[in-house]
């Protein structure tokens, strides 16, 4: 454990998929080793988890507000907090966590209100401490790599962003069939306002922001329950934006495209190129400059640049896929994380992690194409 | 030309591109024989197209009203005229023919106005005359299979249509550098009121339209006159669809997409599965049914549906390409003529090519667009 | 008529799809009109195939000879024959039409042995006639683009060839269900020697000499006659090549993998950077350069060299298929022969259409295959 | 460590690429871990590794002969070792291990002779132990599927192999240029006498093995060492191959083929279908079936058989990557070997890894490929 950061988790108890996630991605690089939890609503699954985990029963607890308050007064207590628990309970922990002075990684969607948001940024701002939101998708290489490229003027000033994630799997009525994921997604208690916009709509928003740097100026959105049968929540979602910098942006959500699974794609046209990128082919970047043959730039070749080629981990032509986009975000929160623990400052650089703003402007994002669909599908401002 | 048709032409003079175009489609199965033609508005330059061409000197015509009287005035006189002139042109045209009892084939968009093409569709029937809009893409073999799939209920009620036209050659200021092509569709007085939607963004609606048989409740256009300095008109178009069946469309078209050609796209989503066909790849037909391996059908194979395999001329693998659309159109159009001519009833099979209510409806989807974007982007009734 | 050539045809009877690949591929420019015929071994068939061409029946003829005859004897007599029969008819024909001073363009394989080819290859060159064999797949702009970038020296010394042509139609017993291809290319008396080298792996050397320049030195070939029962001809075959400059050659044909339709695909390695095209998706080029993002180059961008963007004629794009593979062919057959007639001299550029000398090279390809593998795949040396 | 495996390695220091995927592997469902090891040859760089990996120093070795005594003395000795160094070292290390009753896992090539890996197959079996050779592409979930589909009859029998590993890193003389991975593979004393085969070649016959469960018959092989100037040993090679059951294959490896960077590719063509799937897009498998639209099936949908499916951890289009075909591996291999423990008998799906027969087979092949060629590319048998 020496030099390791200490971390404990809310939500995650075994049998979930993203738990397992998150702790695959927190100790990929050896940075970081869980040792307290609190997986679950019912005690004995957090029990039986920390069991199967070999974790000291003492530091498994019944709530958040027990876990938070005992490891914050342990000498050998947790560096930060993992947040896996459904969206409506992510505030409250995380809001316990930061009030002891502990780090914060979080699921994303951050909250269920803006207000919630704003308030956990506002505290973690005040408290110095540093809060990742796990929108894992822009910690891949190529995504950076387009990031940096449109940082770099390679494509010109934007004009144009589509962008779209389409999915299949709630196009029938599976919410009554007893899969995990529907049940709670479908449930605004659990989800929050919406479930499409909330599950995947804000990966397209937070995807194109961190790529492109483009802040919304104003949205018009269309919202559907399709698929099931009266569905209280979103299923399918059409949003136009407008950025400040004149630009046009068409995202586009769905649960009921039957035949897609994850393909995130998003597509960045400038006036001198463009750029695209699809979460399933997650390896490669597509590249178009005017007049020149279209390229296809594959991670871990010799022109990435640096910033970019320093998040692969394997030869190009080895797949690096959804495991190691999370390993990359927790790779920069844990580096970023120790290097304060050992007293250095940090630089934006460290920081380039999906943070505590990115979270509240993802919150925002599905409460304005939630009213913007409510209200008749009018265009409505983001700020 | 025994039991041939005989055919002239408005516009398409000698070294325009889709002058040949359609002249190719016309002949390609040895169905019909250019005869007259007043192919320019410069009689000069239609006598050397004429000369080039091999027709008789005498059925070269100073103007379309002249060609008109004197072909319907032959006893060998011209069975349909084709007009490949300038969008602004169309209407005068086609008029002009349809009063001279003679049948029409017209090029997108019909025309420049929602009262012309009423006009245009009111004679036409009126006369009992044929009037083909050349909608080429709807009129290949793949999309031919997706309506069919459709009509037969292979992917369930449709809920979300996602379709795009990008193109990238207006980028930059080509209006200055002497392209043939971009000076006039910049031009408000040979356009109309759209450069974009009216090139580009009518083949979107038409094929969407063709494959789903959807029709449109209303629409909220967003479009922006991207790319070169002050340009009069669009070049980029987001449009968000409402349909009478309660489904939604997403469209976009773009002439400042760089990197892409004419890869229109339509992918249409029902309860049951999906379709997705592209115009660079037009030989295939993507197709998804749930909980199934994606589906490539392969034109040529022996399950596509009859009517679809009617339509392809080569064998699976040899490619199809736009020549052959425009074959297809030019195949149906010739052999209802021909059977009319003939005295035999026509079925609507015979009548499955783009005709004037497509063409009408064209014009009024680009006229919606151009009214729902100008008051704000908001949502205008199709009607 | 005016300037135009005049061609007769040998085989491809009206319903036969070659022969009217060869019409539209001969007349796709309005350079050549058809005007005489000895379509099939069956008068009747080809006195029905003249009616429906529109032809003179007196310039319908029931074998090749007298029509060789004739039309030498006429004023208006043909300026070239196609010969479109079956593979074992091809040499008869073609020397009756030599003998007689008239130019041709036959299918491939040109014959059906060495020595036959090697005598038409003489004669063609003693009589000082044009004598083309339609190797479509070389004519496609992509094809030229990428023979032009070797010459250019764009991707170095080339060391590895690795092409293929796999095809699924012959997998099961079609011989036997009647359809109109498998009978005569499954019999030795009307294929020759072989059914899949000589049908497409034909194809494959073609394209590749026609890219690289490279000459065979030896090659070792393992051909197998799988699928069906008792098959006396190749349905599958594997080809090691050895070329004079030292390089290596992989190529495969196979007719019994399932779900290939036309693939054939030459990818070229060379030391500073590769090739690839595939005749199904004949638009595209793809490069690579070492250490570079690879590239895919569309035909009718600005960036083909400008010998092989004279050979598009639709925008980008627009697909372009098969039947404008055998225009491009007949395109520059036609316009040598025209330009020859006028008494002007031919440059090699005005040459550079598959000739009797690629016809020749063809069927010792396959004829070195065969004795190659009947002698238990040893190498064998091609010249 | 509660029912933990304890695994110590031989090779691998800290900064070697394939030492860290191994570990990763073998960890990366926590049922085992790292106690003790001999990282190189040089000591100071085993005991550094060691401190970085946080292990008792008493079990950080200077020779594998030590290591293998030692653990074997020890109560909480390694349940096995992992060896992760040159070629040519393996068998030494691996004889050691499995002398002292320690099951192995090794990488390929498994020896550099036939003699010795036929030694270490048969110590193995003596001792009854695990052995495992980390031909990691066979263990991807899609190879496992096309597997299955094989063994159910899904494509019928099959007649033809096509496959192929060509990669473009050493095409230029980067042995000069102090890169990591190519001086010891071009060295015969480190990598054996093959480069090319041996590192990949390899890699495309075991695939293939496992998949068709095809045995060679004889094999016909050309390598070449093209690239940089005057290398030892081949950089390129071609093999055909005959299989027992009449079936022919064709296999193609390649180190000079630019633009290529690890996209093995195997494909299956039987009586009734076929299969393909690629190194570089492993989350999919194509299917074709004679008459039917080719399919791609995406894994973790419903479609894959059991067996596949279970060896999936990610939801439908989250990739899954290299790490994971290594965790397949090591899973497997881990499970085995608790369950041996546990003194459970191990059934053959619990040994559904690739083993000591497979490593044999791997050794044979190189040898016949380079024996064949240095005979001038003769056939030679397999056993």
Request: with cysteine; charged share 25%.
């Amino acid at each position: 454990m020496r030099g390791k950061l200490r971390y404990g988790m809310v939500g995650g108890a075994s049998g979930s998929f993203i738990g397992d996630v998150h702790r695959k991605g927190a100790e990929f690089d050896r940075q970081a080793v869980l040792v307290a939890g609190c997986f679950s609503r019912s005690y004995e699954r957090t029990l039986a988890t920390g069991e199967e985990l070999e974790l000291d029963p003492e530091r498994l607890y019944r709530d958040h507000n027990e876990m938070a308050e005992k490891e914050a007064a342990r000498e050998d207590g947790i560096d930060y907090v993992i947040i896996a628990s459904p969206n409506s309970a992510h505030y409250a922990a995380a809001k316990a966590f930061l009030e002891q002075g502990i780090h914060v990684v979080c699921d994303k969607p951050m909250t269920v209100t803006v207000e919630e948001a704003e308030e956990l940024a506002e505290l973690a701002a005040k408290k110095g401490l540093l809060f990742c939101v796990t929108y894992c998708y822009s910690q891949c290489p190529a995504v950076k790599q387009a990031q940096l490229m449109v940082k770099n003027g390679d494509i010109g000033d934007i004009k144009v962003v589509v962008a779209e994630y389409p999915m299949g799997w709630l196009v029938g009525p599976v919410e009554h069939e007893g899969t995990d994921e529907a049940p709670w997604r479908m449930n605004p208690k659990h989800a929050g306002i919406s479930n499409c916009v909330g599950d995947i709509g804000t990966h397209v928003e937070h995807t194109v922001s961190y790529i492109t740097g483009l802040e919304i100026e104003e949205l018009c959105a269309r919202l559907d329950n399709f698929g099931g049968d009266n569905r209280p929540l979103d299923t399918n979602a059409h949003v136009l934006v407008k950025y400040k910098n004149g630009a046009v942006g068409n995202y586009w959500c769905s649960q009921v495209a039957v035949g897609h699974d994850n393909p995130l794609t998003v597509r960045i046209y400038g006036t001198k190129g463009s750029l695209a990128w699809c979460q399933e082919d997650p390896n490669y970047l597509q590249v178009a400059k005017v007049d020149e043959p279209t390229q296809t730039m594959r991670r871990g070749n010799p022109y990435f640049y640096p910033e970019a080629a320093q998040m692969t981990r394997l030869a190009a032509g080895h797949s690096e896929g959804y495991y190691e986009m999370f390993a990359n975000t927790y790779r920069k929160f844990n580096s970023a994380l120790l290097k304060l623990k050992e007293g250095r400052e940090l630089t934006p650089e460290d920081l380039d992690f999906p943070d505590v703003k990115a979270g509240l402007q993802g919150v925002k994002f599905i409460h304005r194409c939630v009213e913007s669909s409510k209200q008749g599908s009018v265009w409505v401002k983001f700020d």
